[in-house]
């Protein structure tokens, strides 16, 4: 079973530059949630989806972060315009249901500089 | 307030022997589940271990085994006969919510070093 594929696997673009990470989840995984993880931190949940609808984004930060998972399969997390302060990784994970293990693609390391 | 805490940033354990990895937890839900990931210096968060809160026996997955002491809320990971692979980040996360939501939330992490 193949499981979540994130892409790119690593980014740096300046200050002010947007940026687009993209998911696929696990065939099948209702719930699809981005975290970012700022080095030396646990992961922080940004948003989750349940289907294509968001179940909980309140950590999200709207006025630059966007996400939409508009067929209820793969997902987008677009950042415009990109701080110094968004240097992280970005995982993306997927559940079967709400309250299944969550599994993680490899991350998406975004340098800002 | 911090949900769920990791006391050790780092931790030693020479190879082949046991370590336990602390974890306390804070929730006023009665329904919950808690999870343990690895993370190795790849990235990926790898899913180890999961005990719910109505669980009346502790979980176990091979070398991997949660000590839940659900008064304490504490759900501390013991692994068994370290092996040098295991030298990595362990997270430990809580599930939390009810049929209208539910949000898991991570540690700290622990780093955990195994010792030739």
Redesign the interface.
Same mark, same amino acid.
């Given at each position: 079973e193949a499981g979540v594929a994130q892409s790119p696997r690593y980014k740096i673009i300046e200050k002010r530059q947007s940026v687009a990470f993209w998911c696929n989840p696990i065939s099948g995984h209702a719930t699809l949630y981005w975290y970012q993880q700022i080095l030396g931190q646990g992961p922080k949940l940004l948003i989750q989806f349940q289907n294509n609808g968001v179940v909980d984004d309140s950590q999200l930060p709207k006025d630059r972060f966007s996400a939409e998972r508009l067929k209820g399969v793969d997902s987008t997390l677009k950042i415009q315009p990109a701080k110094l302060e968004d240097s992280a990784v970005y995982l993306c994970a997927s559940s079967l249901t709400p309250t299944g293990v969550a599994f993680f693609g490899q991350g998406t390391r975004l340098t800002v500089v | 307030a911090q949900k769920?805490t990791q006391t050790q940033p780092g931790m030693f354990v020479q190879e082949k022997e046991a370590v336990t990895l602390d974890c306390t937890y804070d929730t006023s839900d009665p329904s919950y589940?808690l999870?343990w +990931?690895k993370q190795p210096s790849? =990235?990926?968060?790898? *899913?180890l271990i +999961?005990q719910g809160s109505y669980d009346q026996q502790n979980a176990t997955e091979g070398r991997y085994s949660l000590n839940f002491q659900k008064a304490r809320k504490s759900a501390n990971l013991v692994i068994s006969a370290s092996q040098l692979g295991d030298s990595a980040m362990y997270?430990c996360?809580m599930?939390e =919510?009810n049929t209208g939501? *539910?949000?898991?939330? *991570? =540690?700290? =992490?622990t780093r955990l070093f195994v010792k030739a």
């Open positions: - | 769920i589940g999870f +990931y790849s =990235g990926e968060m790898i *899913f +999961y997270f996360a599930r =919510g939501g *539910f949000k898991t939330i *991570f =540690g700290a =992490g």
